[in-house]
């Protein structure tokens, strides 16, 4: 969809990066996020990776739901790292995390040019101001994708179901 935006754009790899619950304290979601997984790399053709990292439980879980650490942190680190080993002519951060701009910056900086090596993607929702990165005192190419392509490419299967 983004490649396509972009004359003689090709897509080369997406990476998803996600929570993993914990197998032993919660194994119904563990298997739902395994079959998850396992559809996502196989719906992508070989282009599609997933990165889970450990979910981290409160001690009070289930009463407080449990949380993604360090995927924010996997996701910058591989995206700066990615374009700075140049494996990708651009790179595009679909996110509207602005803890993830420093990423963006450090791309711009570590590839500065035209055209620009990182762009930045976001869902626009009817009646929604669309938020997307932004990189202050930078041109950063941005797609907002509406909600009609969001839907042409949604998942509505419920995984934890067993199959």
Request: net charge positive.
């Amino acid at each position: 969809m983004l490649a396509s935006r972009v004359p003689g754009g090709r897509l080369a790899a997406v990476r998803v990066y996600r929570g993993r619950p914990s197998q032993r304290r919660d194994p119904r979601s563990y298997a739902a996020h395994q079959r998850q997984t396992d559809r996502q790399a196989s719906r992508g053709g070989g282009l599609v990776t997933v990165i889970s990292r450990d979910l981290r439980y409160p001690p009070d879980w289930p009463m407080r739901a449990a949380q993604e650490k360090g995927i924010d942190v996997a996701l910058a680190v591989d995206y700066v790292m990615m374009v700075a080993r140049r494996e990708c002519d651009v790179g595009i951060l679909f996110s509207s995390d602005t803890d993830l701009v420093p990423a963006l910056e450090a791309v711009l900086e570590l590839r500065p040019g035209d055209p620009p090596a990182c762009e930045v993607a976001a869902w626009a929702a009817p009646g929604v101001r669309p938020r997307s990165l932004s990189v202050r005192g930078a041109h950063v190419r941005r797609h907002l994708l509406a909600e009609a392509e969001y839907w042409a490419v949604a998942d509505p299967t419920d995984y934890t179901l067993s199959r």
